[in-house]
Protein backbone atom coordinates (compact mmCIF):
# COMPACT_ATOMS: atom_id res chain seq x y z
CA UNK A 1 0.00 0.00 0.00
CA UNK A 2 1.22 3.39 -0.81
CA UNK A 3 2.03 5.82 1.80
CA UNK A 4 0.06 8.79 0.03
CA UNK A 5 -1.93 8.53 -3.08
CA UNK A 6 -3.78 11.13 -5.15
CA UNK A 7 -7.04 10.64 -7.24
CA UNK A 8 -7.76 12.96 -10.00
CA UNK A 9 -7.28 16.12 -7.37
CA UNK A 10 -7.63 19.72 -8.48
CA UNK A 11 -7.43 22.38 -6.72
CA UNK A 12 -9.20 25.66 -7.96
CA UNK A 13 -8.75 29.19 -7.03
CA UNK A 14 -10.75 32.22 -8.28
CA UNK A 15 -8.89 34.88 -9.96
CA UNK A 16 -10.93 37.31 -10.58
CA UNK A 17 -13.82 36.39 -13.01
CA UNK A 18 -11.77 33.73 -13.98
CA UNK A 19 -10.82 30.43 -12.48
CA UNK A 20 -7.17 28.95 -11.76
CA UNK A 21 -6.07 25.42 -11.51
CA UNK A 22 -3.10 24.83 -9.01
CA UNK A 23 -3.09 21.70 -8.83
CA UNK A 24 -4.41 20.02 -12.54
CA UNK A 25 -5.77 16.61 -12.04
CA UNK A 26 -3.15 14.72 -10.15
CA UNK A 27 -3.34 10.86 -10.48
CA UNK A 28 -0.16 9.54 -8.47
CA UNK A 29 1.25 7.40 -5.88
CA UNK A 30 4.23 8.52 -3.56
CA UNK A 31 5.80 5.21 -1.31
CA UNK A 32 8.08 5.83 1.98
CA UNK A 33 11.22 7.87 1.67
CA UNK A 34 12.34 11.64 1.08
CA UNK A 35 10.55 13.19 -2.08
CA UNK A 36 11.72 16.33 -3.26
CA UNK A 37 9.31 18.56 -5.39
CA UNK A 38 10.63 21.29 -7.37
CA UNK A 39 9.03 24.45 -9.14
CA UNK A 40 8.81 27.88 -9.98
CA UNK A 41 7.10 30.84 -8.04
CA UNK A 42 3.51 30.10 -8.51
CA UNK A 43 3.68 26.77 -9.94
CA UNK A 44 1.44 24.98 -7.19
CA UNK A 45 4.29 22.96 -5.45
CA UNK A 46 3.11 25.03 -2.08
CA UNK A 47 -0.61 24.14 -3.04
CA UNK A 48 0.17 20.47 -3.49
CA UNK A 49 2.20 20.31 -0.20
CA UNK A 50 -0.96 22.04 1.95
CA UNK A 51 -3.37 19.67 0.10
CA UNK A 52 -1.60 16.15 0.87
CA UNK A 53 -0.38 17.68 4.77
CA UNK A 54 -4.32 18.27 4.86
CA UNK A 55 -4.13 21.78 5.15
CA UNK A 56 -5.90 22.65 1.54
CA UNK A 57 -9.18 20.44 0.33
CA UNK A 58 -8.72 19.64 -3.25
CA UNK A 59 -12.07 21.18 -5.40
CA UNK A 60 -12.09 17.39 -7.21
CA UNK A 61 -10.87 14.32 -6.21
CA UNK A 62 -8.89 12.19 -3.05
CA UNK A 63 -6.54 12.63 -1.10
CA UNK A 64 -5.07 9.09 0.25
CA UNK A 65 -2.83 8.52 3.83
CA UNK A 66 -2.45 4.85 4.02
CA UNK A 67 -5.27 3.97 2.48
CA UNK A 68 -7.86 6.13 4.04
CA UNK A 69 -9.35 9.43 2.62
CA UNK A 70 -7.87 12.24 4.16
CA UNK A 71 -10.68 14.76 4.29
CA UNK A 72 -13.07 12.21 4.63
CA UNK A 73 -12.11 9.16 6.99
CA UNK A 74 -9.35 10.47 8.87
CA UNK A 75 -9.26 12.80 12.33
CA UNK A 76 -7.21 16.27 11.54
CA UNK A 77 -5.85 17.37 15.28
CA UNK A 78 -4.86 13.49 15.74
CA UNK A 79 -3.27 13.25 11.81
CA UNK A 80 -1.53 16.99 12.65
CA UNK A 81 -0.45 16.07 15.81
CA UNK A 82 0.50 12.26 15.65
CA UNK A 83 1.27 11.01 12.03
CA UNK A 84 2.14 14.36 10.37
CA UNK A 85 5.09 16.63 11.32
CA UNK A 86 5.69 20.14 9.35
CA UNK A 87 9.40 22.45 8.82
CA UNK A 88 7.89 25.81 7.64
CA UNK A 89 9.92 28.34 6.02
CA UNK A 90 8.90 30.97 8.47
CA UNK A 91 9.44 28.63 11.62
CA UNK A 92 5.90 29.13 12.99
CA UNK A 93 7.32 29.10 16.53
CA UNK A 94 5.09 30.17 19.52
CA UNK A 95 6.85 33.51 20.40
CA UNK A 96 5.39 33.34 23.95
CA UNK A 97 6.58 29.27 24.36
CA UNK A 98 10.12 28.87 25.33
CA UNK A 99 12.45 26.33 22.94
CA UNK A 100 10.99 23.60 25.35
CA UNK A 101 7.31 24.21 25.26
CA UNK A 102 7.49 24.46 21.31
CA UNK A 103 9.32 21.28 20.40
CA UNK A 104 6.94 19.42 23.08
CA UNK A 105 4.20 20.78 21.58
CA UNK A 106 2.51 17.86 19.28
CA UNK A 107 3.44 15.76 22.13
CA UNK A 108 0.93 17.25 24.38
CA UNK A 109 -1.95 15.48 22.67
CA UNK A 110 -0.29 11.94 23.08
CA UNK A 111 -1.29 9.99 26.50
CA UNK A 112 1.59 7.74 25.49
CA UNK A 113 4.66 9.95 24.56
CA UNK A 114 8.00 8.80 24.38
CA UNK A 115 10.70 11.13 25.58
CA UNK A 116 13.14 9.34 24.03
CA UNK A 117 13.39 11.19 20.56
CA UNK A 118 12.94 14.49 22.15
CA UNK A 119 16.02 13.50 24.51
CA UNK A 120 18.18 12.79 21.36
CA UNK A 121 17.40 15.21 18.81
CA UNK A 122 17.53 17.93 21.05
CA UNK A 123 21.15 16.69 21.42
CA UNK A 124 21.77 15.92 17.40
CA UNK A 125 20.61 19.30 17.07
CA UNK A 126 22.96 21.02 19.37
CA UNK A 127 19.74 23.12 21.14
CA UNK A 128 19.77 21.53 24.21
CA UNK A 129 21.41 24.75 25.79
CA UNK A 130 18.56 26.99 24.25
CA UNK A 131 15.72 24.40 26.01
CA UNK A 132 14.62 27.83 28.57
CA UNK A 133 15.15 30.48 25.79
CA UNK A 134 12.52 32.01 23.72
CA UNK A 135 12.20 31.86 19.77
CA UNK A 136 13.21 35.89 19.28
CA UNK A 137 16.36 35.28 21.02
CA UNK A 138 17.79 33.07 18.30
CA UNK A 139 19.10 33.38 14.93
CA UNK A 140 17.04 31.83 12.14
CA UNK A 141 19.24 28.69 11.70
CA UNK A 142 18.83 28.00 15.55
CA UNK A 143 14.73 28.38 14.95
CA UNK A 144 14.47 26.17 12.00
CA UNK A 145 16.77 23.68 14.26
CA UNK A 146 13.40 24.32 17.19
CA UNK A 147 11.29 23.73 14.46
CA UNK A 148 13.05 20.32 13.04
CA UNK A 149 13.00 19.52 16.25
CA UNK A 150 9.22 20.15 17.34
CA UNK A 151 8.22 18.26 13.57
CA UNK A 152 10.15 14.69 14.74
CA UNK A 153 9.67 14.65 17.99
CA UNK A 154 6.60 12.72 18.22
CA UNK A 155 7.91 10.58 15.78
CA UNK A 156 5.51 11.42 12.73
CA UNK A 157 5.17 8.55 9.87
CA UNK A 158 5.48 12.03 7.92
CA UNK A 159 7.27 15.51 7.34
CA UNK A 160 5.91 17.95 5.20
CA UNK A 161 9.13 20.79 4.57
CA UNK A 162 7.32 24.14 3.24
CA UNK A 163 10.76 25.95 1.38
CA UNK A 164 12.79 25.21 5.06
CA UNK A 165 15.77 26.79 3.87
CA UNK A 166 14.14 29.74 2.30
CA UNK A 167 14.55 32.03 4.60
CA UNK A 168 18.55 30.76 5.62
CA UNK A 169 21.68 31.67 4.19
CA UNK A 170 23.53 29.01 1.97
CA UNK A 171 25.43 27.74 4.74
CA UNK A 172 22.81 27.65 7.01
CA UNK A 173 20.17 26.27 4.80
CA UNK A 174 22.86 22.98 3.60
CA UNK A 175 23.25 22.30 7.35
CA UNK A 176 19.34 22.76 7.84
CA UNK A 177 18.51 20.55 4.89
CA UNK A 178 21.28 17.74 5.89
CA UNK A 179 19.58 17.70 9.25
CA UNK A 180 16.44 17.21 8.20
CA UNK A 181 16.90 14.32 5.74
CA UNK A 182 19.59 12.51 8.18
CA UNK A 183 17.31 12.58 11.13
CA UNK A 184 14.05 11.57 8.89
CA UNK A 185 16.51 8.42 7.99
CA UNK A 186 17.36 7.71 11.62
CA UNK A 187 13.84 8.00 13.06
CA UNK A 188 12.07 5.98 9.72
CA UNK A 189 9.82 8.98 9.05
CA UNK A 190 9.07 10.03 5.00
CA UNK A 191 9.90 13.68 4.14
CA UNK A 192 7.89 15.61 1.16
CA UNK A 193 10.05 19.23 0.41
CA UNK A 194 8.97 21.72 -1.80
CA UNK A 195 11.82 24.06 -2.89
CA UNK A 196 12.44 26.44 -6.11
CA UNK A 197 16.53 25.49 -4.82
CA UNK A 198 17.87 23.23 -7.29
CA UNK A 199 20.69 22.60 -5.72
CA UNK A 200 18.75 20.91 -2.57
CA UNK A 201 17.40 18.18 -5.01
CA UNK A 202 20.25 16.65 -4.21
CA UNK A 203 19.18 15.27 -1.31
CA UNK A 204 16.15 13.24 -2.19
CA UNK A 205 15.58 9.76 -3.36
CA UNK A 206 12.49 10.90 -5.41
CA UNK A 207 12.01 13.97 -7.58
CA UNK A 208 9.44 15.51 -9.01
CA UNK A 209 8.31 18.62 -10.87
CA UNK A 210 5.56 20.92 -10.82
CA UNK A 211 4.45 22.87 -13.46
CA UNK A 212 1.49 25.02 -13.80
CA UNK A 213 -0.20 22.60 -11.58
CA UNK A 214 1.11 19.95 -13.00
CA UNK A 215 3.06 17.24 -11.28
CA UNK A 216 5.95 15.11 -13.02
CA UNK A 217 8.13 12.34 -11.57
CA UNK A 218 11.64 12.62 -12.88
CA UNK A 219 13.77 10.25 -10.77
Request: charged share 25%; glycine share 8%; with cysteine.
Amino acid sequence: MSLIRLENVTKVFKQGTTNQNALDNITMEFDEGIHFIYGKSGSGKTTFLHTIAGFEKPTRGKVYFDGKSIYDELSMPKLHSHDFGFVFQAYNLIAPFTVKDNIQLPMRFDRNKDMTVFEEVVDILGIRDKLLRYPNTLSGGEQQRVAIARAISNSPKIIFGDEPTGNLDKKNGTVVIELLVDLCKRYNSSLFVVTHDMDLLKYGEHIYQMSDGVLTKEQ
